[in-house]
């Protein structure tokens, strides 16, 4: 690690995604759902889904190496592996540690954070803070997720929503004015019980004989309209506070790129910021939400499309479980 800057820009973007697609027609056969609800109540027209023997540090690595090649550093070059997952395989070792040791980092240090859907602001808020400090040159900010292993494939109302990436950011020192500008995170623990999933434990006494086993709590379980409601308030606050703090209003953001859990959320939101529709960027029609992997999936292929270019004003929004809601404010 030499003379780290202050600043960090986006230097590699990577994503790897199952080649397994489940589309709506598929999950007619299985629930008692339609196409046409699924498409009109989310936007989703299909979702793809790891096989049975993926990880999800497996599929993180593809994801991690595409972006290192593309930012033009070795793994070895990396000061901080970050991984955003609600689906890791194990509480330890971190899917961040498995990464690394995928990818040949070395020492580098790795840990794991959980903010569900808003894991990628969260890491990416982290990071700045890492640059910032002089902690850091080059940092990997991998977000990995397999939702298919918690959901419940018996209940329409939420397995029609969420479907398996990784896609990976590495970020590297900048002194000019490419990269972030600003991050704001936020939760509050009073609506968890919106949105909760994944227990891998539950309470019980081990010793009287109770063991913990898979059960209550395991599968996603969501109050749908309640979500809704405070995720399109809490992405337009968050976004609204983040461009007054830096100055800014909506006519100086190029894009917006929002979590992508539902089409109408990503509308409402947009609407509400007064927003042209195409400056909020969507691929929910193909992938269903993939919780943290969302934004960085969808940044990869705005700039794949060319609808962000050099130089662009990017907003990035999300909101999750937890609850969890933050905004990171860029110039790609
Ligand atoms: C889940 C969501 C799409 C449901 O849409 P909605 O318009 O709120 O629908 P409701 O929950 O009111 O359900 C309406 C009806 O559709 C039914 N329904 C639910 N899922 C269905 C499905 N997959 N197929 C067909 N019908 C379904 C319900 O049972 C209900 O039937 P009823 O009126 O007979 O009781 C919507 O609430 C949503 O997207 N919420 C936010 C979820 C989210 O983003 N979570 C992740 C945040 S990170």
């Known amino acids: 690690m030499s003379e780290p ?7 590699g973007v990577g994503v790897n995604v199952p080649s397994r697609v489940l589309t709506n027609f598929d999950l007619e056969k299985m629930v008692d759902t339609s196409d046409e609800w699924i498409v009109t109540r989310t936007g989703i027209r299909e979702r793809r889904i790891a096989d049975a023997d993926e990880t999800t540090h497996g599929l993180a690595i593809p994801a991690a190496q595409e972006a290192l090649r593309s930012a033009g550093i070795e793994a070895r070059d990396l000061d901080l592996i ?33 903010a569900a859907c808003s894991g990628f602001i969260y890491g990416s808020s982290i990071i700045q803070q890492y640059f910032r400090g002089g902690m850091a040159k080059n940092a990997l900010l991998v977000a990995s997720e397999i939702y298919s292993r918690i959901v419940n494939w018996q209940d329409r109302a939420t397995c029609v929503l969420f479907g398996d990436a990784a896609a990976a950011v590495v970020f590297s020192a900048s002194d000019s004015s490419e990269g972030l500008i600003a991050t ?11 949105l909760t999933g994944g227990a891998i434990t539950r309470s019980g006494d081990p010793v009287a004989g109770a063991l913990p086993t898979m059960g209550d709590g395991y599968f996603i379980e969501m109050k749908g309209n309640q979500t809704f409601k405070i995720a399109v308030k809490s992405m337009c606050d968050v976004a609204t506070r983040i461009l007054e703090e830096n100055g800014m209003t909506v006519a100086d953001v190029d894009m917006v790129i929002p979590h992508q859990a539902n ?29 943290a992997a969302t934004i960085p999936l969808a940044l990869y292929e705005a700039v794949q499309e060319g609808r962000v270019k050099k130089g662009d004003v990017v907003l990035m929004v999300a909101f999750g479980g937890g609850l969890t809601w933050g905004a990171s404010l860029m110039r790609w």
């Open 5 to 11: 800057g202050s600043g960090c820009k986006i230097a």
């Open 82 to 114: 970050i991984c955003a997952t609600a689906t890791q395989q194990r509480y330890f070792p971190s899917t961040a540690c498995m990464i690394g040791h995928g990818l040949g980092a070395g020492d580098a240090p790795g840990f794991d954070i959980s």
């Open 184 to 194: 704001r995170i936020r939760s509050n623990g009073e609506y968890g019980s919106f």
């Open 263 to 291: 089409i109408r959320i990503i509308s409402a939101v947009g609407k509400s910021l007064g927003l042209p529709e195409d400056k909020v960027y969507s691929n929910i029609h193909r992938y269903g939400n993939t919780s």
